[in-house]
Nanobody, 125 residues
Framework: VQLQASGGGLVQAGGSLRVSCESS????????MGWFRQAPGKEREFVTV????????HYADSVKGRFTISRDNGNNTVYLQMNSLKPEDTAIYYC???????????????????WGQGTQVTVSS
């Protein structure tokens, strides 16, 4: 299984950006999918996840109200719409997938079995 992230780039503070992640296999349609990010010199951190049927989402406090996760299982794709971006949102964004039986799912990076290659998001001040 491969996850291919795209859509990163450079944006000014206050702007918006949408990143996407496409799965190579439709079997991830039954998985929780989400995003982590890693800023230079910092630990990888949880951003958001979405349930397999889009019925539930969960966000880190730092992005709540600004970021929106969605998915299209028919196209094996998960999206992250980022609004009101701040310089501290600058990071490499990684899409992830895993199967969980609890909600909200764990926030540890080691709990997620599938990882994309990451896409760079840079927010200038």
């Amino acid at each position: 299984v491969q996850l291919q992230a795209s859509g990163g780039g450079l944006v000014q503070a206050g702007g918006s950006l949408r990143v996407s992640c496409e799965s190579s296999e439709g079997t991830l349609g039954g998985s929780t999918m989400g995003w982590f990010r890693q800023a230079p010199g910092k630990e990888r951190e949880f951003v958001t996840v979405i349930a397999w049927n889009s019925a539930r989402t969960h966000y880190a406090d730092s992005v709540k109200g600004r970021f929106t996760i969605s998915r299209d299982n028919g196209n094996n794709t998960v999206y992250l719409q980022m609004n009101s971006l701040k310089p501290e949102d600058t990071a490499i964004y990684y899409c992830v997938a895993a199967r969980f039986t609890v909600w909200p799912p764990p926030r540890g990076s080691s709990d997620y079995h599938y990882w994309g290659q990451g896409t760079q998001v840079t927010v200038s001040s």
